[in-house]
């Protein structure tokens, strides 16, 4: 986007009805224009009271990766949140590099996403069925699960 969206103006606890909130944000979030990573993160890490942030993104910074990921490292480390990076339905290799570069610099994760009514319909179902496979009825089971990937799957 030509702007920063923002998932709330302030810090905020990640508790399950927080991360509810933030999946439905996500999913319903769409691709286009600018990527303003830097300003973004700029943004972000400027509230010293965050321990984490969540960059979410569909490519590569408007400006350099190099220029990012330079701008992140000299940041006091004192004053240096873990940054994790999720990546919106881009298969860009070099977007996806500079994500994961980006997150394990700052000791964050790298995650991927699926946007959209999909990636809703996934994202609720993943979160409301906690039945085994075995009990799950066959059209519960008959439901495609794109590939994820991410530093913790």
């Known amino acids: 986007a030509s702007q920063i969206t923002k998932f709330k103006d302030s810090t905020v606890d990640p508790d399950y009805d927080t991360c509810l909130a933030a999946a439905e944000f996500i999913g319903n979030m769409m691709a286009g224009g600018n990527t303003c990573t830097l300003e973004a993160l700029t943004e972000a890490l400027s509230d010293t009271s965050a321990k984490s942030t969540y960059l979410v993104t569909d490519g590569k910074p408007d400006t350099s990766c190099r220029a990012v990921l330079k701008h992140v490292s000299s940041l006091e480390l004192e004053k240096q949140q873990k940054i994790h990076t999720i990546s919106l339905n881009t298969s860009d290799e070099e977007a996806i590099s500079f994500l994961k570069t980006l ?51």
């Open 103 to 153: 997150s394990k610099q700052t000791k964050g994760r790298y995650h991927a996403c699926v946007t959209g009514f999909e990636g809703n319909i996934i994202t609720h179902q993943l979160l409301s069925n906690n039945l085994p496979a075995s009990l799950q009825s066959e059209e519960d089971k008959s439901l495609k699960i794109p590939a994820y990937s991410g530093d913790d799957l």
